[in-house]
Each structure stands twice: as structure tokens, then as C-alpha cells.
């Protein structure tokens, strides 16, 4: 296979990944960004063990094909409602970018927040960057046999606890949890919390930001969200450059440097190893590591922070930033009519269907009193919480009247009833040999729960 | 890994390297096609259920929903990782428009 690939040499794309040691760093971005850690990883751990009523809160119930959402339960059926909620989701996360940037990145994706995590285990067990490199270079011995063990048995066993989680999402987690102590789990169990935890094992732990490099769509096309008055980390150059070392106390304008004292802080701490002072990257994830870290230099030193900072292009060339325009509102009016579309459908809606199946084998039947006869199958299915006593009604037909084996139909919670319908016409009641008549599902303890569906009735062909 | 330059400022040295073109490749085949994998997944289940689906194609099998949900997964996600394959392969084995 030919290849277009660089010529090997000086920057050839045949160089092998180095890893990357992030320095620890401390301030408001990295205060923010472990409380993110504390309420998404929080409400991932412990979200499936919360209950409502006597079941699980939450329980995405794939063996039974119903989701639990606290009092709410949704069916193959609702869909279109899962459907919408992933395009608001999108359609948010393409409004926060024109905003404020990769603020999704930063904070809240699931890399980001886990790889956090497996760093701060690879801190507690390794130390911090320096040792961490020194480390890795030192030849084995007792203490690097150790330190690697805990941080492995850390790692592994946390990823274990994620596969777990995960899995209980989808299978009431008290009960997997007994199966996992007794060593019952089912095979896809046992499967999917490996599989799960294994992806976080080598993302958060060996990947790391090489996700977002190589693998992540939304990283490459984020961009596109992205103008002028979008909201960046930026080096500040014409403020840092010249950039160099300086003794403490020197008029350094004086000598011709900017603000930038060289110190490489801000590479150090970047989870993704670049140099925020070349310019906006695609790599840069805005975690804003070097904004804290370039901060703390500035306040060492005595020069007014912000020399990497949140801003925007247009700040960054004296021009006005404009928060509201095009793209924003544009972008906020999709989300708003999204949001309220989706409300209304929730509250509208119906936890009720009723499906009618004409009967196959005979179009219609004359009965012995001289009535036209049409036979359906319908499927009853209760959507809602609770059992419901259901009447049925057809109309749409003169003299048209409805045979049912029970008056009343009753429906458990989450149950389908099946049940045959005999609608009967007088001969003289139809003038085609087809109309369409209306079936009403009432419930009879709830008079906004009712649903009304078309069906086709069969007659002869008019005699002329 | 091997020629790691040995540089004087060990605060400095780690900085990443690009992956090798394969391994770039094989992550973009095995991660967009997960997504696409999981998104079809998602909808195909939505409206067939395994069981019904197994009853029209190999009924005397036994069966789970849940192998019928976890098979139609690696399903399409192979399915999606061939299709990104050949992409791969068409984009780099053509004749390039331009040379520079």
C-alpha cells in the first residue's frame, strides 16, 4: 500500500508517542475542575444505587426493553423522546462551544474527568512529576516494583468499580452486586464489566490525551463552532514577548522583555503537552491548567495575572467582543424551541397505545342476524406506573355496535393485553364496501387517559 | 521509543510525539465506528426486539436479549469499522490530486 506519509526522517509521523507527565497544579480552573470530578463521577457512582419507590431510580432495563427514569417510564415506543433529548444535547453542546469554547473538554467530558482521577492515583502512589519521570527511568528495583504495583492495583481495581457501575445501569445493581460476591454473574455481565472497565483502564490510564488527538470527532470539528469572539485560553503575546529569565527586581522592559519570564510552567502542567504560548491549537482541551499555574508565576514575581487567560480573539486585538450574535442566538433559539418541544411531548404524553390488527383470514363475515362483521386483534399496552381498567368504544358507522369477551379490560402496569374485537354494522349502515371507524381506549379511573385510533371496517360491495 | 534525546532540562523533555500513521489509522477505524456502531445499535433496537428478530431467523436457537443486543452490536460496529477501513485504504491508495 502506498502511503502519503511524511519522509522518515527529522518529523516523521513514524515517531513513537512519549508520555506525557502533567505537573499537579493548584488554583480556581483546577478548583473548579475537581469539583466537576466530585459531582459527575458522584452522580455516576451513585445514581444507580438511589431508589425510587421499590425499585431502582434510575435502570435502563434492556432484558425487559422499558427505561426507568424516577417516576417515569419509557418504552420502545418512546423513542423519539430518547431521540430528542441526544439532539439537545448536540445542539447544547454546539451552543456552549460558540460561547465560551471547549469548556465541554475541560470540565466535563468523560476522558477528562477520569483520566483526572487515574492522575491523582498515579500522584498518591508515584509522587509528583519529577519523581514521577525519575521514576520511570530508574532501573527495577524494590521500590519501583512497589510503587507501580499500588498504582496498578489502584487503577485496576477502580476501572473494576467503574465496570460495575456501568453495568447497573442496565441491571438493578443491588442484585449484581450480590451475584458479583457469590461469583453468579451471567456471562454478558461478567462480559460488559470488563469490557467497560477495561476502556477505562486504558483510556484514563494510558491514553489519556491522545483520545483527543487522534480519536475524539467533536475535537476536530469544534472549530467550526468557533469566531472571533468565542472564548479561548490565550498567551497574551503582546504582553509576554520578549520572553526570558530575569533576576527578581530588574526594570525588565527596560532590557526589552515582555512579561514572560520562560519558566515553561505552562508547559509543564498541560495534560496535553503543548506550548500555549505558539498560539491556538487543536490540541488544547481549554483545561486552563496554565492559566492557574501561569497565574501563581505572576503573583511570584509581582506582574498583574492574566498573561494566559480566557479571552477572546478580538480582545486579544483590541477589538470589542460581541457576546450576542448570529451564531449564538441562532444557536440558542434551536435549543429553546427543542427544550419546550420536548417538555410539552413529555407531559402530553400518553402512557397508553393500542395497536389494531384487522383479522387475516376472512375481510369481513355476515352473521346470522344479517349484520356486517369485523373482527381486530388489539394490543392493549399500559405505559403508566399503575394498573388501569380500560372501556372501549367504536363509532363512525350508523347502528354500529362492539362485541367484547369483557366489559371492562384490565391492564397491569408495563402489561399488553391482547384481546379480540367483533364490531358488528347493519347491512344497510354502510354505503362503500370500506369506512373508516374510530376505536376510544378509556381509562375509567382517569379521564384525560384515554387514546383514539382510526381502523378500516370491511364491507360487501354495495348492490346496485 | 528507543533514541530518546537526552535533553539538559529534564522539566522539558517529555513533550508528545505524534503517533505512528498505523496506529492513527487503527483509532480512527475502531473509535468512529464504536460511535456509529452504538448510535445504530441504539436505533435498530429500539424498534425490533431481539426476540422477535430470532423467531424470523434461527428459531431453534437459544437466545438472550441480551446476546441478541451485545451480537447486533459488534454487528454494526464492524460493519462501520470495514466501511471506515476502506475509506482509509481509497483516501491513501489513490493517485493524490496535487504534488508538492
Known sequence: MKTDAAPQGATSYYEAHQKIYPREIKGRFQRLRTLAVFVLLGLYYVLPWVKWGDRQALLFDLPARKFHIFNLTFWPQDFYLMAGLLIIAAVSLFFVTALAGRLWCGYACPQTVWTEVFLWMEHWTEGDRRQRMKLDKAPWGREKILRKTSKQFLWITFSI???????????????????????????????????????????????????????????????????????????????????????????????????????????????????????????????????????????????????????????????????????????????????????????????????????????????????????????????????????????????????????????????????????????????????????????????????????????????? | MGQTPSNDNPELEPTGKPWSQRAQDIAAVAWPSFLTGSVATMLFFAFIDPLVLQDATFPSWDLSRMTGYALGFFFFWGIAAVSSALSIFLTRSGTPLTRD
Open chain 1, 161 to 464: 468499580w467503574t465496570g460495575f457501575t456501568f453495568v447497573g445501569f442496565f441491571t438493578p445493581v443491588t442484585e449484581l452486586g450480590a451475584r458479583l460476591m457469590t461469583l453468579e454473574l451471567g456471562p454478558w455481565e461478567t462480559f460488559w464489566i470488563i469490557f467497560y472497565s477495561f476502556a477505562t483502564y486504558g483510556n484514563a490510564g494510558y491514553l489519556r490525551e491522545q483520545v483527543c488527538k487522534y480519536m475524539c470527532p467533536y475535537a476536530r470539528f469544534q472549530s467550526a463552532m468557533f469566531d472571533q469572539d468565542t472564548l479561548v485560553i490565550s498567551y497574551d503575546t503582546q504582553r509576554g514577548e520578549t520572553r526570558g529569565s530575569r533576576k527578581r527586581g530588574t526594570d525588565h522592559k527596560a532590557k526589552g522583555l515582555g512579561d514572560c519570564i520562560d519558566c515553561t510552567l505552562c508547559v509543564q502542567v498541560c495534560p496535553t503537552g503543548i506550548d500555549i504560548r505558539d498560539g491556538l491549537q487543536i490540541d488544547c482541551i481549554a483545561c486552563a491548567a496554565c492559566i492557574d499555574a501561569c497565574d501563581q508565576v505572576m503573583d511570584k514575581v509581582g506582574y498583574p495575572r492574566g498573561l494566559v487567560r480566557y479571552t477572546t480573539e478580538n480582545a486579544l486585538e483590541n477589538k470589542r467582543t460581541k457576546v450576542l450574535r448570529p451564531r449564538v442566538l441562532i444557536y440558542a433559539g434551536l435549543l429553546l424551541a427543542l427544550l419546550v418541544g420536548f417538555g410539552y411531548a413529555i407531559s402530553n404524553r400518553t402512557p397508553l397505545l393500542l395497536d389494531i390488527i384487522r383479522d387475516r383470514n376472512a375481510l369481513y363475515r355476515m352473521t346470522n342476524q344479517g349484520l356486517i362483521e369485523n373482527v381486530y386483534t388489539l394490543k392493549v399496552m399500559n405505559m403508566d406506573t399503575r394498573a388501569h381498567r380500560y372501556s372501549l368504544e367504536v363509532s363512525g358507522l350508523a347502528g354500529i355496535h362492539l362485541d367484547l369477551d369483557d366489559k371492562e379490560i384490565l391492564v397491569e402496569s408495563g402489561e399488553v393485553a391482547t384481546l379480540a374485537a367483533r364490531v358488528r354494522v347493519p347491512e344497510n349502515g354502510m354505503n362503500e364496501s370500506g369506512a373508516t371507524i374510530t376505536l376510544t381506549l378509556q381509562a375509567l379511573d382517569q379521564a384525560d387517559l384515554k387514546i383514539v385510533e382510526p381502523a378500516r371496517f370491511i364491507g360487501p360491495a354495495p348492490s346496485r
